[in-house]
């Protein structure tokens, strides 16, 4: 990954199988709106951290999408949404893993996640829960926490550097 002079973030094309991961755009919003529609995710404030999502594409069509809020040193993962026609391939776990690489490169070292059906497929790629109240300030402050994912989400964390946070559950 390499940050561009003009702030943004210049991020190198990967393949996953037949499909290649590259970052979205403005461009992308109605498709990722209607991804996260299919998924049942909130996708109104998308377009306020756009130049952190991940789109994995295939040929001209978008099979899956990630995104990440960076506030400082903590990071929000949310948005992930895979087409049902292409699950079962990988994408969701090369989305999943390119994300956590751009976090680190944009030096979060806590990284969380809100989940209302999957806190077993984040706690097999290291996440763990921790109460909602031990979120830290920073992610209370988001959208996603404080209004678009309803209260009983669960919250879960990674620690992806030194200098984590400890909370506990």
Request: charged content about 20%; some cysteine.
């Amino acid at each position: 990954m390499v940050y561009a002079g003009n702030g943004s973030i210049a991020m190198p094309a990967a393949r996953a199988g037949d499909f290649t991961l590259r970052r979205a755009s403005l461009d992308d919003i109605a498709t990722i709106a209607k991804l996260l529609d299919g998924a049942n995710l909130p996708h109104s404030d998308v377009a306020l951290h756009i130049r952190n999502f991940i789109l994995a594409v295939g040929g001209n069509r978008v099979a899956g999408v990630i995104g990440l809020e960076v506030h400082g040193r903590v990071g929000l993962m949310r948005s992930l949404a895979v087409d049902a026609g292409f699950r079962k391939q990988g994408i969701g776990d090369r989305l999943c893993q390119r994300l956590v690489e751009h976090a680190v490169r944009r030096e979060v070292r806590d990284l969380y996640v809100l989940t209302l059906d999957a806190e077993a497929y984040f706690a097999s790629r290291g996440f763990r829960c921790i109460g909602r109240s031990l979120a830290p300030d920073e992610i209370r402050a988001t959208r996603q926490f404080s209004s678009l994912c309803p209260n009983t989400a669960i919250l879960m964390v990674r620690f992806l550097g030194t200098g984590a946070a400890t909370a506990t559950a």
